[in-house]
């Protein structure tokens, strides 16, 4: 397959076939050495970075990917320091920047503010996170932490539990794993369901799911927990935030009925779903997602200015 993601924009999930995305993660499997070592193949190349939502993981990973592969990186993360503060439109913010970099990453709270992005500006453009809609690349490095770490998706059983509404990762993460043969067993509070579209989605694609409540009468079945907070700030109100914060704790005691090999995820930020005394389970890699985001990262960047 020759390079499907040159000069691409990565704004959904849904745009990509089962082929590209494999070929996405065969390449950034073989990204330690430049993780480790540094590269200069995007020597030339200028990363525009725009968050105007918080963000630790996304951001630094997308910095340090572009400085391994030898690129610089412009932008701003206080975007109250920015224009947009004096009333600059997002448009008007895009169409500068575009000046000044080559490829251009975009975190908004605004859904579609990326699509758009893409649809105006003539050089690639990475969603970073937009709203409770899509954030790409973490489904991305999502589906490789899988794949890695259990060496194969088709026959497992993987469990998605908590704010399926809001939680932008699960939006980004249900078309990757629809193109494996896996059984999905969406774990939420009724009032936080999976939305419809993503329901006939998964009806359309006869994938085979469950929607359910309670995590401990699952959790013997699955292989694969993927935990995630609930979206405090995409709430409509404070009230109804508090009375879903702490719905669902994972503990040591509640993992007991769980598989001895149950791999344990959650894309961060974690709030007080997973009590720390599990970080230290054998089974518990979400803090290995990370390396494996930004391995992920390197390899989106080298291939979108295909410089392998
Ligand atoms: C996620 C996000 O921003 O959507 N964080 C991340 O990028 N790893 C998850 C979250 O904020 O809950």
Same mark, same amino acid.
């Given at each position: ?24 993660? #065969? ?50 993360? #206080? ?195 997973? #009590? ?33």
């Amino acid at each position: 397959m020759t390079n499907p993601f040159a000069d691409r924009d990565v704004i959904s999930t849904l745009d990509f076939t089962k082929e590209e995305i494999e070929y996405l993660l #065969d390449v950034a499997v073989k990204m330690e050495d430049i993780a480790k070592y540094g590269s200069k193949i995007l020597a030339n190349k200028i990363l525009g970075s725009i968050f105007l939502e918080p963000s630790t993981r996304t951001r630094l990973s997308f910095d340090a990917a572009m400085k391994h592969l030898g690129g610089q990186v412009i932008g701003f993360a #206080d975007w109250d320091k920015s224009s947009i503060k004096k009333g600059e439109t997002l448009s008007d913010t895009f169409r500068v920047v575009e000046n000044y970099a080559d490829v251009l990453v975009i975190r908004s709270e605004w859904e579609g503010a990326a699509k758009y992005a893409a649809e105006i500006l003539n050089i690639p453009v990475i969603n970073a996170g937009s709203g409770a809609q899509e954030h790409p690349t973490q489904s991305f490095l999502d589906l490789m932490t899988i794949r890695q770490e259990r060496g194969k998706l088709d026959g497992l059983t993987i469990g998605v539990c908590g704010d399926l509404m809001y939680g932008r990762t699960v939006h980004s993460l249900l078309p990757l794993l629809m193109n494996y043969d896996v059984k999905l067993v969406l774990i939420s509070p009724s009032q936080l369901h999976i939305r419809k579209e993503d329901k006939v989605m998964l009806e359309t694609r006869n994938v085979q799911f469950t929607e359910v409540e309670s995590l401990e009468s699952v959790l013997p079945s699955l292989d694969v927990l993927y935990m995630t907070r609930m979206q405090r700030e995409r709430f409509r109100s404070e009230e109804e935030y508090l009375r879903m914060k702490g719905f669902y704790v994972l503990t040591k005691n509640v993992l007991k009925n769980g598989k001895p090999d149950l791999l344990i995820m959650h894309p961060l930020p974690r709030i007080n779903e997973i #009590d720390p005394d599990v970080d230290k389970l054998p089974q518990a890699v979400y803090f290995k997602q990370p390396k494996y985001g930004l391995l992920l990262r390197i390899a989106l960047l080298a291939l979108i200015f295909d410089a392998l």
